[in-house]
């Protein structure tokens, strides 16, 4: 079994902002793994499927951002759902729009997302692809820069790097997580 999440906020306020760059890759694995997201329990909306001989979950938390692992670890422990079967995508200031990075663990970087999910999972040894959304212009706060739109400009770098993102997740249902790591990072 795999439990793919993204990271956002709910509500049609926060579409297409910085902060929701993983609901939208979880929108393209919808359409390219053929899951629904029909369920709603364990503060999330989630579907899956079998996929290349693999039960796929896919998962959009519905709590806000800094209480995303209040949605995961129940379902992982629902579903007996290993960590080393998890991927959770998300936006990172870290990153220009466009670049993604695969990684099997690490801190969370100042992400409440991340902290979120590493303090309710004790352990920060995870699968995650990081979205980069670029940092804010000087006297720009970040919430409100990650709360906030792309530029045309970034949005198409981001279109780029949120379809590697999904095919990214698409090859992990084949392939161990590291093959996948050494084929997407940029």
């Known amino acids: 079994m795999k439990l793919v999440v993204g990271l956002g906020n709910p509500g049609k306020k926060y579409d297409r902002t910085r902060h929701n760059v993983g609901f939208e890759v ?35 938390p519905l709590t806000y951002m800094n209480l995303s692992g209040e949605a995961i670890v129940p379902l992982m422990n629902y579903f007996k759902i290993d960590k080393e079967d998890l991927l959770v ?65 970034e949005r198409q770098k981001v279109e780029v790097s949120l379809d590697k993102s999904a095919e990214a997740v698409e090859a992990w249902t084949e392939k161990d997580f590291l093959k996948v790591m050494n084929d997407f990072n940029q």
């Open 26 to 60: 979880i929108d393209k694995c919808q359409e390219r793994l053929k899951i629904e997201l029909d369920q709603s329990k364990f503060k999330g909306a989630y579907g899956f499927s079998r996929v290349n001989g693999k039960k796929v979950f896919l998962l959009k």
């Open 89 to 153: 995508v998300y936006d990172d200031l870290d990153l220009p729009p466009g670049k993604i990075r695969l990684r099997q663990k690490g801190s969370h970087g100042g992400h409440n997302g991340i902290r979120s999910i590493i303090q309710h999972l004790g352990t920060d040894q995870f699968n995650r692809i990081r979205i980069g959304i670029g940092r804010p212009d000087q006297g720009i706060a970040v919430p409100d820069y990650v709360l906030g739109s792309f530029s045309p400009d």
